[in-house]
């Protein structure tokens, strides 16, 4: 099983930035894809930005050139940098990994591929 701890939310002023972490925690596990989701009041989540294992990015409509995801495979840890923050971006942020088990004995993944969220961090933008 995989442990997701979100931080680095808060409050920022419209133009602000913000930069997220998400540290990953748990045994013999390989972490394929981890990523940010947000959620803001009465709408549904929506990816924000996802990366691979090798590092290939991926972003939702809105962020791409003023988000930038990054990610630690030593530490087990994913980076949301967040510049010239918006009012509307003001939501809850979710870290997303999908993980398989790892065969230490084989040195390779194994099994199907599993999903964790961790618990969200509020990101509110306002003046």
């Known amino acids: 099983q995989v442990q997701l701890v979100e931080s680095g939310g808060g409050l920022v002023q419209p133009g602000g930035s913000l930069n997220l972490s998400c540290v990953a925690s748990g045994r013999i596990l390989f972490i394929e894809a981890m990523g940010w989701y947000r959620q803001a009041p009465g709408k549904e989540r929506e990816l924000v930005a996802q990366?691979?294992?090798?590092?290939?990015?991926k972003y939702g409509d809105s962020e791409e050139g003023r988000f930038t995801i990054s990610r630690d495979n030593a530490v087990n840890t994913v980076y949301l940098q967040m510049n010239s923050l918006k009012p509307e971006d003001t939501a809850v942020y979710f870290c997303n990994a999908d993980w398989r088990y790892y065969s230490d004995k084989d040195k390779t993944p194994i099994g199907g591929t599993f999903v964790s969220w961790g618990q969200g961090t509020q990101v509110t933008v306002s003046s």
């Open positions: 990366i691979t294992s090798g590092g290939t990015p």
